[in-house]
């Protein structure tokens, strides 16, 4: 059974720093693209960051970029947000999500997310 | 960046009733749109790929189509389980981006 366990959020003072971790279990995890996608309070999903199974290609969204990095450690089978220069609209609850593509073939579709990890920045 | 707009934001309907759910691209996404169900205080869960694959699970009557600019999710017959946020979300280009959600909530 495929399981992906999100931890690290909490409260954090607005331009501080905070690292997620989702370990990964019940599948090869290196065999698959990662993401993380986040929910504010009451709003819709917005995409963060991808990362394919070898850690060669990486993408993040126009909001996050320069402040936060993916990276991922395959012998851990754990994906990692390392989210610094925090601002109070990164409030939200960080969920990691599953590539549904196999074997280096991302297809940018999520088919397993975690329960989330809430972060909230705030003074 | 694709811009996709669900509508309407809210349904109002009873069990047993047709839900019909739109989502429309600010440009052709082809069939590459995805849709999910997310309820109260969960993660969000996969439904339908590639505009009308169903996902591994997924009751017979959710289906979906659409291509290019204009997509659609049925729900056939609503069960109470069904009442939920549905969202849509293209992996045509980076950024991967979603719709808004349309609520479908018990009338």
């Known amino acids: 059974e495929v399981q992906l366990l999100e931890s690290g959020g909490g409260l954090v003072q607005p331009g501080g720093s905070l690292r997620l971790s989702c370990a990964g279990s019940?599948?090869?995890?290196?065999?698959?693209?990662m993401s993380w996608v986040r929910q504010a309070p009451g709003k819709g999903l917005e995409w963060v960051s991808a990362i394919n199974g070898g850690s060669s290609v990486i993408y993040y969204a126009d909001t996050v970029k320069g402040r936060f990095t993916i990276s991922r450690d395959n012998s851990k089978n754990t994906l990692y947000l390392q989210m610094n220069s925090l601002r109070a609209e990164d409030t939200a609850v960080y969920y990691c999500?599953?590539?549904?593509?196999?074997?280096?073939?991302?297809?940018?579709?999520?088919?397993?997310w975690g329960q989330g990890t809430l972060v909230t920045v705030s003074s | 960046e694709i811009v996709l707009t669900q509508s309407p934001a809210t349904l109002s309907l009873s069990p047993g009733e047709r839900a019909t759910l739109s989502c429309r691209a600010s440009q052709s996404v082809s069939t590459y749109l995805t849709w999910y169900q997310q309820k109260p205080g969960q993660a969000p869960r996969l439904l339908i790929y590639?505009?009308?694959n169903r996902a591994t699970g997924i009751p017979a009557r959710f289906s979906g189509s659409g291509s290019g600019t204009d997509f659609t999710l049925s729900i056939s017959s609503l069960e109470t389980e069904d009442f939920a946020v549905y969202y849509c979300?293209?992996?045509?280009?980076?950024?991967?981006?979603f719709g808004g959600g349309t609520k479908v909530e018990i009338k």
């Open positions: 590639d505009a009308s």
């Open positions: 979300q293209q992996r045509t280009n980076w950024p991967l981006t």
């Open positions: 999500a599953k590539d549904q593509g196999v074997a280096g073939s991302s297809k940018r579709t999520f088919d397993y």
């Open positions: 019940g599948f090869t995890f290196s065999n698959y693209a």
